[in-house]
């Protein structure tokens, strides 16, 4: 399995609060991404990095943003929570172009909003 | 828009039996396409198709890609209670930054 964790593994929270979703990993892959999964939608890229300070946008990124200061860590951050953004949340990296773009990925986060 | 339609939604067997899953695409500058398994957790890793390799098998479970057509299939034959999972295909192509485009997956449950 690859190196990849996710913490906290579940949270509740209140509306309103702000949020931060953190994915590390140790095997030193140049691309790391944010996904949500929901029922009836799949799984919808949020954000994604191509290298250290290096992100940009995925499909639903509207509250949510991210940051990634070192190679081997990517935050995820909820500015104020609502119950929309109720989610399993994984996190997945790949080592960039060609056969290496398999994305792997980690064991989620279940995120629930009240 | 990139696109990937998976189908059927959902298929109920029963152990034994061989079934096929389906995934079409319409992408622009396609690069790969990937099979994943996702029991109740994480997506892993099954198979990547490229042009220069359509065709993949790992024990029962084989894949092929046609690229005229914009589809691929992924077989499983002789059916067992721990093939049950939702299947998802994914689709790497559109702009560069390696970004992959998943289908909504298919829900296949095996019967003892």
């Known amino acids: 399995d690859a190196g990849i964790t996710q913490s906290p593994r579940h949270k509740v929270t209140e509306t309103g609060t702000p949020v931060t979703l953190r994915c590390h990993q140790t095997?030193?892959?140049?691309?790391m991404y944010w996904y949500r999964q929901d029922p009836g939608h799949g799984l919808r890229l949020i954000h994604y990095?191509?290298?250290?300070?290096?992100?940009d946008k995925g499909e639903v990124s509207d509250g949510y943003s991210v940051s990634r200061s070192k190679t081997e860590d990517f935050l995820l951050t909820l500015e104020s929570a609502t119950s929309s953004q109720t989610s399993v949340y994984f996190c997945?990296?790949?080592?960039?172009?060609?056969?290496?773009?398999?994305?792997?990925f980690g064991p989620g986060t279940r995120l629930l909003v009240l | 828009e990139d696109k990937v339609v998976q189908s059927p939604l959902s298929l109920v067997v029963h152990e034994g039996d061989t079934v096929t899953l389906n995934c079409s695409y319409e992408?622009?500058?396609?690069?790969?396409l990937l099979w994943y398994k996702q029991e109740k957790k994480a997506p892993t890793f099954l198979f990547m198709l490229?042009?220069?390799?359509i065709e993949k098998k790992s024990g029962r479970l084989s894949s092929i890609l046609d690229k005229k057509e914009l589809f691929s299939i992924l077989n499983i034959t002789a059916t067992q209670t721990g093939d049950s999972a939702v299947y998802l295909c994914?689709?790497?192509?559109?702009?560069?930054?390696?970004?992959?485009?998943f289908g909504k997956g298919t829900l296949l449950t095996v019967n003892p």
């Open positions: 992408v622009t500058n396609f690069r790969s």
């Open positions: 990095s191509y290298g250290v300070k290096d992100t």
């Open positions: 095997e030193n892959h140049r691309y």
């Open positions: 997945a990296i790949s080592e960039g172009p060609g056969s290496q773009e398999t994305q792997y």
């Open positions: 994914a689709v790497g192509g559109g702009g560069s930054n390696y970004k992959l485009t």
């Open positions: 490229t042009s220069s390799g």
